[in-house]
């Protein structure tokens, strides 16, 4: 499912969806808004790229970011609920990972996380999915696949509702 199929999906269940992004900073949000007519469903976008704002903006968890950090799959989805929550969305969509070319520091329960590792997730009315994924090459197509990763989840959220 392409950009344009989820964007008339939403429209068509008259949904709307907000994105908060760490890893791939406001990319997902400009895909689905380069579609004619994105505006009828796309609330907006949150970048909180450093550790702090995931807390501060979105409501993560402080002592999963301590134990865990970052990147970690119940991060993403805390992510991607509170984003719906503060922009008030039906459909929240969360990136975070690590775009190298160095491992990003793991918290005290995780080690470093290799480049091109990462987590995506999607909250909506039927609940959460999250979904790891693994990318290689320069930072650009690390964060490429993560857009791709979180395009492909929320395309199967969608189809689940």
Known sequence: MTAADIIERL?????TVATAESLTGGL???ALT???????????GVVAYAVAL????????????????AIDPDVALQMARGVR???GADVGVATTGSAGPDPAPGGTEAGPVPPGSGFVAVVGPAGGLVRGFQAS??????RSAAV???LDL???ALGSD
């Open 154 to 156: 929320l395309a199967e």
């Open 148 to 150: 791709d990763s979180a």
């Open 11 to 15: 429209v068509a269940d008259g949904h």
């Open 85 to 87: 929550e503060v922009l």
């Open 34 to 44: 380069e579609v004619p007519g994105a505006s009828a469903c796309v609330r907006g």
């Open 54 to 69: 995931k807390h501060e903006l979105l409501g993560v968890e402080a002592d999963l970011l301590e134990r865990r950090g």
């Open 137 to 142: 090459g320069d930072r650009a197509r690390v």
């Open 28 to 30: 997902v949000c400009a």
